[in-house]
């Protein structure tokens, strides 16, 4: 009878620890998919005002300033003027499809691509504001900061007066 009851304790817990795991391996997923989409969503929010500011600064004229605080990357890459591409780019790493591979998208000024990588099942998804045809974008040279940048900074950005070409020069500096 002691036996018994060992056996129906033992099978009652394996039992719930199989169902716990199911649980897990479908909710998981999900639970991942929303906090990619909630991280694209918040920095679409931060792109938006950071093109709102840039556009307000080209627009007014030299010593025009505007200040972003905070400016929080949580995850993924942001990229100043890689390259000298006059862009500012967000890309992140994830295993969810959250739209169709290699098309572009825009929404107001930002375009949306998603890339398939090397790696099975993981794509990576950028967010991009070109300024290469009404701006030189330019990092602070005396920038203490690496691109790309992650983390919380201090934007300041400014007209300088300056220009290449026929294009006015903003320049970008973290803190």
Do not use: C, H
């Amino acid at each position: 009878m002691k036996g018994q009851l060992w056996i129906s304790a033992v099978l009652y817990m394996a039992l719930g620890v199989v169902l716990i795991s199911l649980i897990l391996a479908a909710g998981l997923p999900l639970i991942n998919k929303m906090r990619d989409r909630n991280t694209i969503l918040q920095t679409k929010e931060m792109l938006i005002q950071m093109d709102e500011n840039i556009r307000a600064v080209i627009s007014e004229g030299p010593g025009s300033k505007r200040f972003l605080s905070p400016l929080e990357v949580g995850k993924g890459e942001l990229y100043f003027d890689k390259d000298n591409t006059n862009n500012i780019t967000w890309t992140i790493r994830t295993n969810n499809k959250m739209m169709e591979p290699n098309i572009m998208f825009k929404e107001g000024f930002i375009e949306f691509f998603l890339e398939e990588s090397l790696i099975e099942d993981e794509y990576l998804i950028y967010l991009n504001l070109a300024y290469d045809e009404i701006a030189d974008i330019q990092l602070d040279p005396d920038n203490p900061y690496g691109n790309p940048f992650t983390g919380t900074y201090s934007l300041t950005i400014e007209r300088t007066g300056d220009y290449t070409g026929n294009l006015p020069i903003i320049k970008l500096t973290l803190s």
